[in-house]
């Protein structure tokens, strides 16, 4: 098969869309398909097409206001079409609903192309960080109308697939999530990653990974701190990543660590050389670093849905609070913090769910996913699990 993806996320730019889509990628790759991207432009890039990747369309493109590491590609229509003319996939996908998104869902249909998406980021739930909660039911009907366009819309769980469906989103189906247990795992905690940030071996150290930015629930976070700092005064924040609030955190916990963007082997090392992570945000669709913290042992607290609610089990793998009880939240963040025994007990556990969590069913139902789309038939009923 012949597969075009097109984003406006991918490595070697850092987050959970980016690491997801390469993984895609490869594991696509690795079962014989051929495949294109198209993606915004940027300097770092090398003239070479990504690993794995035939070839690229780069488009020109803008950096999101307030978000200089995001960067929007044009809608480069006749770009687009040219370039699909030259080398005609049997599917397009198409991961964000950009201008170059939309440019692609319209080009591909006029190609007569089969087309389907992945639905990556709740865009609707971040208006009230942003702009007001005025803008949700504008936002959510222009994704709806987006993603109707397309042959399937595939999402990372079935709570969310459903709630997609209940808003009148068409085709949607599940396309969950996996973990690297070899790359996550507990064994590689490290003393001397401890000690190079400043964390005694008896220190305990409360790691949050995340993209720095309004949506993902800080003041909560902060105040989970401070409660737990409260209690076990021997202990380190460590914050994990950039974005437009880490100057701005700097300023509120200037006690903690800030260790920006890091590969994804030192990432591995962080999770594994700390003792809890709490992961307040209520705006997930996902959220790839539950499932990393699970893999690396670590004890997770977070709200119950999205991975959270998926994959970890109250009380036996991780701990979760209902969604919006943030004083729950911090009560069970100062329960973890005091009893090391049961972070023990938890982190083991954690490590042996992840076992389940391969990539490769992932992969093969993505496969047949796109294979049913290109023939006609619902890709929905064929990554319903």
Same mark, same amino acid.
């Given at each position: 098969?012949?597969?075009?993806?097109?984003?406006?996320?991918?490595?070697?730019?850092?987050?959970?869309?980016?690491? &997801?889509?390469? &993984?895609?990628?490869?594991?696509?790759?690795?079962?014989?398909?051929?495949?294109?991207?198209?993606?915004?432009?940027?300097?770092?890039?090398?003239?070479?097409?990504?690993?794995?990747?035939?070839?690229?369309?780069?488009?020109?493109?803008?950096?999101?206001?307030?978000?200089?590491?995001?960067?929007?590609?044009?809608?480069?229509? #006749?770009?687009?079409?040219?370039?699909?003319?030259?080398?005609?996939?049997?599917?397009?996908?198409?991961?964000?609903?950009?201008?170059?998104?939309?440019?692609?869902?319209?080009?591909?249909?006029?190609?007569?192309?089969?087309?389907?998406?992945?639905?990556?980021?709740?865009?609707?739930?971040?208006?009230?960080?942003?702009?007001?909660?005025?803008? &949700?039911?504008?936002?959510?009907?222009?994704?709806?109308?987006?993603?109707?366009?397309?042959?399937?819309?595939?999402?990372?769980?079935?709570?969310?697939?459903?709630?997609?469906?209940?808003?009148?989103?068409?085709?949607? #189906?599940?396309?969950?999530?996996?973990?690297?247990?070899?790359?996550?795992?507990?064994?590689?905690?490290?003393?001397?990653?401890?000690?190079?940030?400043?964390?005694?071996?008896?220190?305990?150290?409360?790691?949050?990974?995340?993209?720095?930015?309004?949506?993902?629930?800080?003041?909560?976070?902060?105040?989970?701190?401070?409660?737990?700092?409260?209690?076990?005064?021997?202990?380190?924040?460590?914050?994990?990543?950039?974005?437009?609030?880490?100057?701005?955190?700097?300023?509120?916990?200037?006690?903690?660590?800030?260790?920006?963007?890091?590969?994804?082997?030192?990432?591995?090392?962080?999770?594994?050389?700390?003792?809890?992570?709490?992961?307040?945000?209520?705006?997930?669709?996902?959220?790839?670093?539950?499932?990393?913290?699970?893999?690396?042992?670590?004890?997770?607290?977070?709200?119950?849905?999205?991975?959270?609610?998926?994959?970890?089990?109250?009380?036996?793998?991780?701990?979760?609070?209902?969604?919006?009880?943030?004083?729950?939240?911090?009560?069970?963040?100062?329960?973890?913090?005091?009893?090391?025994?049961?972070?023990? +007990?938890?982190?083991?556990?954690? +490590?042996?769910?992840?076992?389940?969590?391969?990539?490769?069913?992932?992969?093969?139902?993505?496969?047949?996913?796109?294979?049913?789309?290109?023939?006609?038939?619902?890709?929905?009923?064929?990554?319903?699990?």
């Amino acid at each position: 098969m012949k597969l075009c993806l097109v984003t406006e996320t991918y490595p070697p730019e850092i987050n959970g869309v980016a690491m &997801t889509l390469a &993984t895609w990628v490869e594991g696509l790759s690795k079962r014989g398909h051929r495949i294109w991207l198209v993606r915004p432009n940027r300097a770092e890039l090398s003239p070479t097409p990504a690993e794995f990747c035939e070839g690229e369309c780069r488009v020109p493109g803008f950096h999101a206001p307030g978000y200089p590491q995001i960067k929007i590609g044009f809608p480069m229509r #006749g770009r687009l079409r040219r370039f699909w003319q030259l080398n005609r996939p049997d599917v397009v996908h198409v991961t964000t609903e950009g201008p170059l998104g939309l440019a692609a869902v319209s080009v591909a249909r006029s190609l007569g192309l089969p087309c389907t998406s992945t639905f990556h980021t709740n865009f609707h739930e971040y208006g009230e960080h942003y702009a007001g909660r005025w803008l &949700t039911r504008p936002a959510l009907g222009y994704l709806r109308w987006f993603h109707n366009r397309c042959a399937a819309t595939l999402a990372p769980t079935e709570e969310l697939a459903g709630q997609l469906a209940a808003e009148g989103f068409t085709g949607t #189906g599940v396309l969950g999530r996996g973990v690297d247990t070899e790359r996550f795992a507990p064994q590689k905690r490290s003393d001397i990653w401890r000690r190079n940030h400043g964390i005694a071996p008896e220190t305990l150290a409360v790691l949050h990974v995340s993209r720095l930015a309004k949506e993902k629930n800080y003041p909560l976070l902060l105040e989970t701190w401070r409660a737990i700092h409260n209690a076990v005064p021997q202990s380190r924040l460590v914050i994990v990543s950039d974005g437009p609030l880490r100057r701005k955190l700097e300023q509120q916990v200037p006690e903690a660590v800030f260790t920006g963007f890091i590969s994804r082997e030192e990432l591995a090392v962080a999770y594994a050389s700390c003792d809890l992570f709490p992961y307040p945000s209520e705006t997930e669709t996902f959220g790839n670093v539950v499932t990393e913290g699970l893999a690396s042992g670590l004890p997770v607290l977070a709200y119950d849905y999205a991975a959270a609610g998926k994959y970890i089990r109250n009380g036996e793998n991780g701990a979760t609070v209902r969604k919006g009880e943030a004083k729950a939240f911090v009560d069970t963040a100062i329960g973890l913090a005091t009893h090391p025994n049961l972070r023990q +007990r938890l982190g083991g556990a954690a +490590r042996e769910s992840a076992h389940t969590l391969s990539w490769s069913p992932i992969i093969q139902r993505f496969e047949q996913a796109l294979i049913f789309a290109q023939t006609g038939r619902p890709a929905a009923a064929t990554v319903s699990s």
